[in-house]
């Protein structure tokens, strides 16, 4: 008996040696060599299962979502007869259990101690490797289960080690609208929608390529250039569920930059790509008709115009090559200049830069906020000065990007600005446009009610180019609403087409609401006179003035008087 229970001290020592030097084997790790030595420690102890359960926190350990593993089992039953449970400095929890068959017989003090001990080196083992694997699934997926941009940047990097990047198409696309799904559904829905487009596209592509989320609802994919097509055409728009017990469904759509990556291309960084897909997509968001753009020759071209842009505009701004030009507003029932605009030129090395040449690049980053102050400065110093002259004086416009909308200190900044200067707050009137989200609105709401309170005007630019134009004047309290050249009737339309009805009602419902009404881009004297027939009091337009600098709208001043016909 005393041999045999030495023969039995020996192979435990031996087969606890052999577990814990196969747990610390840093490579050529085998499961099955594992649960080889468990199966027989098992089995020198009478026990007939062995099982281990891991929970990522005690939130998944309360609502029993973990990953069990069986190491041994005989199929003989039993019950429960030691368990075992750890929880982690992170919280996630491991529990052991080990069953003995009936009948069986029980442990001794010794053996009880000697499995209590495996139970504990098996816990240990295996907390810290599903911890690491948890670490390793979290570095490269985000809050949201996507996998995120390390995810993609190691894709990246191992396809191009194996030379297979070259045919493959890239893709940066942007889910069109999708903060509206979370405000007509909630974020609950619009999550499980996001998640059912993205499983779906990640079936669409399979093993040719990876689907990436880099924040947001922005996305990068890469795919064989055989399945760009099919690819391109589920981005245009795919119903997807947000909710199927009840098969509720919602379309969602992208707008989507392509690089369509040469044979034999070799990647030197991921920005290479990167860069050519982002460039992209941008110009597929600014309008594109398909809401897809390939990267080519003239993007690329856009793209170092950008650049060139960005970089020069600090020194642009200090040596001040940003000029005001000023656009007349004319009082249509008296001819007389009633107000303006004032617009941007940027003036370098003896050329003029157009607002479309810079204005999109600037309105990519905080860059166009500086702009506007900028901007508003110059035409308060202007005002200052022509009041100083004895000059009479209009009202000015300044636009405002949406940029500036999120900024709490916003109101206050413009108002310093104008004070700063001595300038009556009525001889200012700040431009905005439309928002997109709930968030943007009230913030709106917030900035116009603020200025009108301090006396300052503010009017509502491009009214009727977006989706909420309506809700924008009957919740904020404008003063000035002007209304879009792409509303502007002509004489070739028919009086009862549907341009002609909207305008009419446009501008009577501004006159109910007490607001101004000013119609833009007016070039014709036919246009003129339908403004007049309509009861638009204000017009703006080449038909009165382009655009004048500095020194010939102070001749305007003087002059006032417009010819209308």
């Known amino acids: 008996m005393e041999k045999n229970e030495n023969g039995n001290d020996a192979r435990y020592y031996y087969l606890l040696e052999q577990l814990l030097l196969i747990m610390t084997k840093v490579k050529g790790f085998r499961l099955r060599e594992l649960y080889d030595v468990l199966g027989e420690l098992c089995r020198m102890f009478r026990i007939s299962k062995g099982t281990v359960q891991f929970f990522q926190g005690l939130n998944h350990e309360m609502e029993d979502r973990g990953e069990t593993f069986v190491c041994y089992d005989s199929g003989e039953g039993g019950e429960p007869v030691i368990t075992v449970r750890i929880v982690t400095k992170v919280n996630a929890v491991v529990t052991g259990s080990v069953t003995m068959p009936p009948g069986a017989e029980p442990l001794s003090p010794e053996e009880y101690a000697r499995v209590d001990l495996i139970i504990k080196t098996v816990l240990s083992f295996v907390s810290r490797v599903r911890l690491q694997s948890v670490v390793e699934m979290l570095s490269f997926h985000d809050e949201k289960g996507f996998p995120n941009t390390r995810c993609l940047m190691q894709y990246l990097q191992k396809t191009n080690e194996d030379k297979a990047l070259g045919g493959k198409a890239a893709l940066h696309f942007n889910l069109r609208h999708f903060s509206l799904v979370n405000q007509e559904f909630g974020e609950q829905a619009g999550d499980i929608a996001m998640r059912n487009f993205y499983e779906e596209l990640k079936k669409l592509i399979g093993r040719e390529g990876i689907v990436c989320r880099l924040g947001g609802d922005n996305f990068v994919a890469v795919c064989g250039q055989a399945q760009l097509a099919e690819v391109l055409g589920f981005l245009k728009g795919t119903p997807v569920h947000y909710d199927a017990a009840a098969g509720g469904r919602v379309k969602v759509s992208a707008s989507a930059g392509v ?105 990519m980053s905080t860059e166009i906020c500086r702009l506007d102050f900028y901007m508003l400065e110059h035409v308060c110093r202007d005002i200052r000065r022509w009041m100083d002259e004895g000059r009479e004086v209009v009202r000015i416009s300044v636009n405002l990007s949406r940029r500036h909308i999120m900024d709490f200190d916003l109101l206050q900044n413009l108002i310093d600005i104008i004070d700063r200067y001595g300038v009556p707050h009525e001889f200012i009137e700040i431009e905005l446009t439309e928002t997109t989200t709930d968030v943007e609105f009230r913030a709106l709401k917030r900035l116009v009610t603020g200025l009108q309170a301090a006396g300052i005007y503010t009017s509502v630019d491009d009214f009727g180019v977006g989706y909420s134009s309506l809700n924008l004047i009957r919740e904020i309290p404008w003063n000035v609403l002007k209304i879009d050249r792409s509303f502007l009737p002509t004489r070739q339309d028919d009086p009862d087409s549907a341009r002609n009805i909207m305008f009419r009602y446009v501008t009577a419902m501004a006159k109910e609401l007490g607001l101004a009404c000013i119609a833009e881009g007016v070039e014709t004297q036919s246009q003129v006179e339908l403004l007049q027939e309509s009861s638009c009091v204000l017009a703006q337009g080449y038909f009165f003035d382009r655009p004048l600098p500095t020194a010939d709208f102070e001749k305007r001043l003087g002059d006032r008087c417009y010819q209308l016909v």
């Not at 050519?276 to 170092?304: C, M, P």
């Not at 303006?340 to 050329?351: H, I, P, V």
């Open 259 to 363: 690089y369509m990556i040469p044979a034999g291309f070799v990647m030197q960084n991921p920005g290479e790509i990167m860069d050519k897909i982002i460039t992209a997509s941008q110009a597929a968001r600014s309008g594109v008709k398909e809401r897809v753009a390939y990267f080519d020759d003239e993007l690329q071209a856009r793209r170092e115009r950008f650049m060139r842009i960005q970089q020069r505009f600090p020194e642009a701004l200090r040596n001040e090559e940003y000029h005001v030009f000023y656009q007349p507003k004319i009082d249509l029932q008296t001819g007389t200049l009633a107000g303006a605009e004032a617009l941007c030129r940027w003036f370098r090395d003896g050329q003029v830069i157009t607002p479309d040449e810079f204005i999109p690049t600037l309105e």
